[in-house]
């Protein structure tokens, strides 16, 4: 219901943990509906128009969509006559839903009726069919005409859990064989990267709060090493909340590291991340379209990981599908340019620009690139442009975008 209203669904479920006393299964339970619901909205929306004569109100809405969504899987997580008694036992339990809880009942009896006729007819449309906005679709084919179904369906299925090993704790064979010790099955996917085939909260990672160890995904663990940087450089992470590469790049060499995020409330969680990792750096909340922040000494290295999209990374953000709006991506792409242009000045002569997103959108990504580079006669080195998130056992990774420059010497 927040979701359609424009909250972020963390931010949502924030909201609700805060206001209700839950056990921690019972929160992961929540957020598990959650992200099923949103992985399935396209769906479960047209089925509430087949089934419902007028639109409900947000709330009931909700409540049936929920519903609708584990009544509709495959295979099924739930048996179909528990979801139908909690759906009314939750209305029942609800002010504002309380008189609707006869109509729950009969719209979600007449679906499972119907099931079998219901489901093929809504997935004649392309919004219930791959569960995404009719824009993102059309805009996702237009991109890229050849994968846009593989990217699509990849984005609708929820992400592996993917380490990076902490080169100064462990290596990648050693901390595999702890993982073996615990029967905790995993493989090598990168350099520094662990796919464990089971999920599991971080609690139960070894060595997680030594710092031995950092969840991120395989594609964002390639910005370090294409930085290139060596012990004694001066680096500027420009947009570095909540601290992934942050972490990567100061486990891979001693740097003088200034770590720059617009977001304070999102920098806090920078500094827990380097606490854990036992690495230093200079946090500083201001934004990287200005200079008050600098101290007018050129950076060596900068990595621009510039606010976008976010569409190369729905698999773990279900929401963000519904949450955009078609003008986003020419928006974001007029700032992060003017993000760059401010970065550049600020780079030493023969230094390196890393350009990331994790969009999928050209406007965003490679054509930024290209007008940059054009702009400020800027050296293009080798990076790997745009990876499409495929989630086939070689590429399973986010969307992410690479571009690097380098600065011409005096
Ligand atoms: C894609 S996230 C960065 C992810 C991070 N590099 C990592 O690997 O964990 C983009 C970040 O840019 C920040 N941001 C957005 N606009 C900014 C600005 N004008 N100046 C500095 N940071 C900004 C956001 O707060 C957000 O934390």
């Given at each position: 219901?927040?979701?359609e209203?424009?909250?972020?669904?963390?931010r949502?479920?924030?909201?609700?943990?805060?206001?209700m006393?839950?056990?921690?299964?019972?929160r992961?339970?929540?957020?598990?509906l959650?992200y099923?619901?949103?992985?399935?909205?396209?769906?479960?929306?047209?089925?509430?128009?087949?089934?419902t004569?007028?639109?409900p109100y947000?709330?009931?809405k909700?409540l049936?969509?929920?519903?609708?969504?584990?009544?509709?899987?495959?295979?099924?997580?739930?048996?179909?006559?528990t979801?139908?008694?909690?759906?009314?036992?939750?209305?029942?339990?609800d002010?504002?839903?309380t008189?609707?809880?006869?109509m729950?009942?009969?719209v979600l009896?007449?679906f499972?009726?119907e099931?079998?006729?219901?489901?093929?007819?809504?997935?004649?449309?392309?919004?219930?069919?791959?569960?995404?906005?009719?824009?993102?679709?059309?805009?996702?084919?237009?991109?890229?005409?050849?994968?846009?179904?593989?990217i699509?369906?990849a984005?609708?299925?929820p992400?592996?859990l993917t380490?990076?090993v902490?080169?100064?704790k462990?290596s990648?064979?050693?901390?595999?064989?702890?993982?073996?010790?615990?029967?905790?099955?995993?493989?090598?996917?990168?350099?520094?990267?662990i796919?464990?085939?089971?999920?599991?909260?971080?609690s139960?990672?070894?060595h997680?709060?030594?710092?031995?160890?950092?969840?991120?995904d395989a594609?964002?663990q390639?910005a370090?090493p294409?930085?290139?940087?060596a012990?004694g450089m001066?680096?500027?992470d420009?947009?570095?909340?909540p601290?992934?590469?942050?972490?990567?790049l100061?486990?891979?060499?001693?740097?003088?590291?200034?770590?720059?995020?617009?977001?304070?409330?999102?920098?806090e969680r920078?500094?827990?991340?380097?606490?854990?990792?036992?690495l230093?750096?200079?946090?500083?909340?201001?934004?990287?379209l200005?200079?008050?922040?600098?101290?007018?000494?050129?950076?060596d290295?900068?990595l621009?990981?510039v606010?976008?999209?976010?569409?190369?990374i729905?698999?773990?953000?279900p929401?963000?599908?519904?949450?955009?709006?078609?003008?986003?991506s020419?928006?974001?792409?007029?700032q992060?340019?003017?993000?760059l242009?401010?970065l550049?000045?600020?780079?030493?002569?023969?230094?390196?620009l890393?350009?990331?997103t994790?969009s999928?959108?050209?406007?965003?990504?490679?054509?930024?690139a290209?007008?940059?580079a054009?702009?400020?006669?800027?050296?293009?080195?080798?990076?790997?442009?745009?990876?499409?998130?495929?989630?086939?056992?070689e590429?399973d990774?986010?969307?992410?975008?690479?571009?690097l420059?380098q600065?011409?010497p005096?």
């Amino acid at each position: 219901m927040q979701v359609e209203s424009g909250t972020a669904l963390p931010r949502a479920l924030a909201d609700v943990f805060d206001s209700m006393q839950a056990t921690p299964a019972a929160r992961g339970a929540i957020q598990d509906l959650s992200y099923r619901s949103m992985r399935n909205w396209g769906c479960s929306q047209a089925l509430l128009a087949a089934l419902t004569e007028k639109q409900p109100y947000p709330k009931l809405k909700t409540l049936l969509c929920c519903a609708l969504t584990l009544l509709a899987e495959t295979t099924p997580t739930y048996a179909q006559h528990t979801v139908v008694d909690q759906a009314v036992v939750a209305a029942e339990a609800d002010f504002e839903l309380t008189r609707a809880k006869g109509m729950v009942n009969a719209v979600l009896r007449r679906f499972l009726r119907e099931r079998s006729t219901l489901l093929p007819l809504v997935s004649q449309r392309a919004e219930a069919r791959w569960n995404y906005p009719q824009w993102w679709i059309d805009k996702a084919k237009a991109a890229w005409p050849a994968q846009w179904r593989e990217i699509l369906a990849a984005g609708n299925t929820p992400a592996p859990l993917t380490l990076r090993v902490n080169q100064r704790k462990a290596s990648v064979e050693d901390y595999l064989a702890i993982l073996a010790q615990q029967d905790m099955a995993a493989m090598q996917i990168g350099p520094q990267a662990i796919r464990l085939a089971q999920p599991v909260p971080v609690s139960r990672i070894p060595h997680f709060s030594e710092g031995w160890v950092s969840v991120q995904d395989a594609a964002a663990q390639l910005a370090a090493p294409l930085l290139d940087v060596a012990d004694g450089m001066r680096v500027l992470d420009a947009c570095a909340a909540p601290g992934g590469k942050t972490g990567h790049l100061l486990e891979t060499a001693k740097l003088d590291l200034l770590a720059l995020d617009q977001d304070a409330k999102r920098l806090e969680r920078v500094a827990q991340n380097l606490a854990r990792l036992q690495l230093p750096a200079q946090l500083i909340a201001g934004d990287a379209l200005g200079r008050s922040w600098w101290d007018g000494k050129p950076f060596d290295r900068i990595l621009a990981d510039v606010p976008c999209t976010a569409s190369g990374i729905v698999r773990r953000h279900p929401d963000i599908r519904w949450l955009r709006r078609p003008s986003d991506s020419r928006q974001l792409a007029k700032q992060s340019s003017a993000m760059l242009d401010n970065l550049w000045g600020m780079l030493k002569p023969d230094g390196k620009l890393l350009l990331v997103t994790c969009s999928l959108w050209p406007e965003e990504s490679a054509q930024q690139a290209d007008a940059f580079a054009e702009r400020h006669q800027a050296l293009r080195l080798n990076a790997p442009g745009q990876l499409l998130p495929l989630a086939t056992p070689e590429q399973d990774h986010d969307g992410l975008f690479y571009a690097l420059f380098q600065k011409p010497p005096v």
